[in-house]
């Protein structure tokens, strides 16, 4: 991994401000355009993969020191193995998020089923004791 700015082709001297994440295209010339002034070049697929990387770090936006320190592989055939991986597990997140927000409510109905043959001193134990350990927040995290 070397720094976006140290490779050859890359180029940020016409980059003067904030890249928003969301809204940053690459063009087929290999320019990352942003919303305000300034294009930085490069190569076409290094330049994708600094864009799904950023958004997949959920970064909003790239300042320049950002941008020219980001880390990105020597080799091109690495960033586009890791845009494939980006879009598989995009189009692979909403499916999985299903089926675990499903599993999620087998546990619920399982649990409050089991929950309404306890004493009342029983659930008022184990009512603190979920309080400490929230597991659904633990597991799910869009």
Known sequence: MVPLACLPETDLSTYFGDIEVAKAQVSEKGELI????????????????????????RREVLPKVELENFAVPKDISICIAALEQMD????????????????????????????????????????????????????VRD
């Open 34 to 57: 942003g919303e305000k002034l300034g294009v930085v070049r490069g190569h076409p697929i290094v330049l994708q993969y600094v864009l799904g990387r950023a958004a997949v770090e």
């Open 88 to 139: 598989a597990w995009s189009n692979r997140k909403p499916t999985l998020s299903q089926k675990l927000r499903k599993i999620e409510a087998e546990i619920d109905e399982i649990v409050l089923s089991a929950f309404s043959s306890l004493t009342e001193d029983e659930r008022y134990y184990i009512n603190g004791r979920v309080k400490q350990f929230p597991l659904n927040q633990v597991l």
